[in-house]
Every structure is written in structure tokens, then in C-alpha cells.
């Protein structure tokens, strides 16, 4: 079925209007979910902001108002909203204590096994670290059958040359990365490609991660690279790009993911949409990435008869509102006027 965004804020005829798109030098046939790609980041950009000022319902769209979708803005997600205002800014802003507070709590990436550490540890700080007090709180979570990772991506475990429980080779890894003093070496980076080359070159941490940490590291003050200059297609991203994108190969993923988060005002108002903006600031290359992932989901309903490349079917998670969303919080050094946030 096509969902009701899909037939009520898109002309019949600029519906049919799919001509391919020279990209970087090469013709890319587009589907229908490239244009549903800038109607799902619109529409969900206004259900935060309908959410944050409580209007009920978010949104005409049964789709999105059924099933769980991710911010079109990462840094608004709960999780990072979550390490922004916690685990960032909160705590001792030397760049090794930084460095460790972001890697523990993303290694995890759930905010109850954070505050299940900060419960019993009273302070988080590499200075005090020990092995087995860590080891033995997260031991005796899992003895109660508690969840001390999150679902959102699996974290890879050691292998058979690892410790002999997940969490235990992730405590070693960040050991090891403490000792070799990583956060004086991204700071030494000058870009975020060479950031994410120090993280990538870490066993258990693939591209995928090394992404994802490089950009979450850099919500911080301990680097300052730019989110515009690089980026990394995940699986759900790869999946979103092979629907909007029928003839694409892997390599050509980052082009297309630059093209869109350089052309997007353009591509927005093409649509007769107003571009998403979070306080003035446009979409990066990480949030243009996240989109595919869930215009990916979006389209498994949506469009069920275009294919990515995973062969999903189904989205998994559902909506169900967790109450009043509290006023944001983002990057000190991205200097966003907070009184647009409703804007």
C-alpha cells in the first residue's frame, strides 16, 4: 500500500517524474522512494517538532504513525540526546576521561547499562577504573537475565580468541585503546576520515562502528572535524540507497549519500517542501545516511515491491510515545540558537 504522505503532498504528475540523475559523472535510474527519501525526512522532522510542543496526533501518515522511525536529525535520537547532556557533558572534560566515557557508554549504546554503572560506581572516570568492579556489575545484570546491550546494531564479540563473555572483550578493547592513548591521536587528526582510520584499525570495530563512534566522539570538544566531509553507508543505509538508486553498486554509496546532503535544500523545494533545518543547521552527511537506513523501513511498506538488498520485509518496532520529550540538548561548539527549535 502507499501511504497517505505518499498520495496527498506529491502531484500526480511529479509522482511519474522519474528521469535519471547524472551523479559525479554517471546516470543513476531513481525509483519512487527517492522522492518518498525528502517526504519521510520532512514529516518526520515536524513529528519531533509537534511532539515537542505535545500536538496530538504528529502525524496523517499511518505509516510512520504506526512504527518506530529514528529522527531525520541522529543527534536528536534519545540515545545520543542521551550521551550529549549525560555522559558528555557531565563528568571531568580532560581528553582521555572524554574519550572513555563516550567509547564505554557507546560500546553499550543502552542508557540503563549507563546508569546501571554510574549506580553502583558513583563516578565513571578511567582514574578509578578496575577491571573486575566493571566486570563483576555487568556479570551480575546478566545473571538477572537483564539486556546490557542495545538493539539498535549487534556488537561483534571477540571471537575465539576472546574473553569468554561479550562485555569483557569490550572492556579489554577500550583498555587497550586507553593504553595506546587514542584520544591524543584523534586529536592529532585533521579530518574525520583520518579519525575514523585510528578507530577502524581496532579489532571488533568495522566500518560501520568506527563510523559511528568518530561521529559520536566529535559531538564532543576532544575533536572538531567537520560532518560534511565524510561518511559511511551501513547496511540499512546500503538497503535505503539500492531502493532509491536501482542500478547502484556499493562503491558508488558515498557519492550518493554526498549528493543528497549537498543537494537537499534543491531536492526539497523541487518537492514543494520547505528544507529540514534544526535551528539553521542543515542535514549532514551522518543524518543523510541515517535517512536511508529509514526510508529503507518506510518503503518495506510503503513500496513492497521495490527491493533493497537485504530482502526485509517487515519493520519490527512500533511506535508507543514515552512521554513528554524534554527540551534538546546538542554540541556546545555547534553554537545552534535553541530559541528556533519550534521554528
Known amino acids: 500500500m502507499q501511504s ?60 510512520l504513525a504506526k512504527y518506530k522511525f529514528t529522527n531525520a536529525y541522529r543527534v536528536l535520537d534519545r540515545t545520543s540526546q542521551y550521551l550529549v547532556g549525560e555522559v558528555i557533558k557531565k563528568g571531568d572534560q580532560s581528553p582521555a576521561e572524554l574519550f572513555f566515557r563516550i567509547l564505554l557508554f557507546k560500546l553499550f549504546n543502552k542508557i540503563e547499562t549507563w546508569q546501571l554503572l554510574r549506580q553502583h560506581l558513583v563516578e565513571i572516570r578511567f582514574s578509578g577504573y578496575r577491571f573486575e568492579l566493571f566486570d563483576r556489575v555487568l556479570m551480575e545484570a546478566l545473571t538477572r537475565k537483564q539486556r546490557i546491550y542495545s538493539a539498535a546494531y549487534i556488537m561483534p564479540s571477540g571471537g575465539p580468541n576472546g574473553e569468554s563473555k561479550k562485555h569483557r572483550s569490550h572492556l579489554k578493547l577500550l583498555e587497550s585503546m586507553m593504553q595506546d592513548n587514542v584520544a591524543h591521536k584523534l586529536q592529532a587528526a585533521r579530518t574525520m576520515a583520518q579519525g575514523f582510520a585510528i578507530l577502524r584499525s581496532y ?107 537485504s530482502g526485509r520485509t517487515r519493520i519490527k518496532q512500533s511506535f508507543r510515545a514515552s512521554g513528554p520529550l524534554l527540551a534538546p540538548v546538542f554540541p556546545s561548539k555547534w553554537n545552534l540558537n535553541t530559541t528556533l527549535i519550534h521554528a
Open 4 to 63: 497517505e504522505l505518499f498520495q496527498t503532498h506529491v502531484p500526480e504528475a511529479r509522482r511519474e517524474e522519474l528521469i535519471p540523475l547524472t551523479i559525479a559523472g554517471k546516470s543513476f535510474e531513481i525509483s519512487p522512494v527517492f522522492h518518498a527519501y525528502w517526504r519521510f525526512a520532512t514529516e518526520r522532522h515536524i513529528i519531533f517538532r509537534r511532539r515537542l510542543r505535545e500536538l496530538w496526533p504528529t502525524t496523517a501518515d499511518p505509516i
Open 203 to 309: 579489532p571488533m570495530i568495522g566500518d560501520f562502528l568506527a563510523y559511528q563512534f568518530v561521529t559520536d566522539l566529535n559531538y564532543s570538544d576532544l575533536t572538531d572535524y567537520s560532518e560534511r566531509e565524510f561518511v559511511v553507508a551501513g547496511p540499512g543505509a546500503m538497503d535505503g540507497l539500492k531502493k532509491c538508486f536501482p542500478n547502484m553498486s556499493a562503491s558508488d554509496a558515498p557519492t550518493l549519500i554526498r549528493f543528497m546532503c549537498d543537494q537537499q535544500e534543491r531536492l526539497q523545494q523541487s518537492l514543494g517542501l520547505d528544507p529540514v533545518s534544526l535551528c539553521g543547521r542543515p542535514l549532514q552527511l551522518i543524518d543523510c545516511q541515517n535517512l536511508f537506513c529509514e526510508t529503507d523501513k518506510y518503503a518495506r511498506v510503503a513500496f513492497p515491491h521495490i527491493e533493497g538488498i
